[in-house]
T-cell receptor
């Protein structure tokens, strides 16, 4: 089954404790992206990657890191989490080229709470 | 990056058609227009996309203005399961994607 998986689905942590949220897709998509969703602010893009070893900042990259060493994986790293990073996070992937026009497939979401 | 403008919320009666508008006046010639929806407690899911011509699929129809500066997502018979936030985006090119806050559709029984 074609899918985007995220782990963990729920995470409660404390300020300053490094964490990684994993994202994996099995559709051989070139494009992968991370979004955060907060009440009243909608979906905002954090980072995106057009292919392996190619990443770029979205609208809200501060406090986050990403890496794209393999095509299927795109982990989101919070080196020193702070309470303002409490949010619902979504990973997404898509093809870059072709008539699909970058139809994105989204993961189920990771709800992060930073105390 | 090209942006879209949508109403914050809309209401529809059950079993009536719904027309969700989107303005994208800065669209480029190669930008596809995509619509997604997000049901409560779920991730966004793809609904439909188009470039120039109107498009139909099992979920909805997409009507694109001739100048491509606006589009309308049409749900032919709204059901309670269609209550969601609907996003209109332009994900084309080597650029970041802006979703915004979308249109919250309320379906009244």
């Amino acid at each position: 089954e074609a899918q985007v998986t995220q782990n963990p689905r729920y995470l409660i942590t404390v300020t300053g404790k490094k964490l990684t949220v994993t994202c994996s897709q099995n559709m051989n998509h070139e494009y992968m992206s991370w979004y955060r969703q907060d009440p009243g602010l909608g979906l905002r893009q954090i980072y995106y990657s057009m292919n392996v070893e190619v990443t770029d900042k979205g609208d809200v990259p501060e406090g986050y890191k990403v890496s794209r060493k393999e095509k299927r994986n795109f982990p989101l790293i919070l080196e020193s989490p702070s309470p303002n990073q409490t949010s619902l996070y979504f990973c997404a992937s898509s093809w870059v080229f072709g008539t699909s026009g970058r139809k994105q497939f989204f993961g189920p979401g990771t709800r992060l709470t930073v105390l | 990056d090209a942006k879209t403008t949508q109403p914050n919320s809309m209401e529809s009666n059950e079993e009536e058609p719904v027309h969700l508008p989107c303005n994208h006046s800065t669209i480029s010639g190669t930008d596809y227009i995509h619509w997604y929806r997000q049901l409560p407690s779920q991730g966004p899911e793809y609904v439909i996309h188009g470039l120039t011509s109107n498009v139909n699929n099992r979920m909805a129809s997409l009507a694109i203005a001739e100048d491509r500066k606006s589009s309308t997502l049409i749900l032919h018979r709204a059901t309670l399961r269609d209550a969601a936030v609907y996003y209109c985006i332009l994900p084309g090119g080597y650029q970041k994607v802006t979703f915004g806050i979308g249109t919250k559709l309320q379906v009244i029984p």
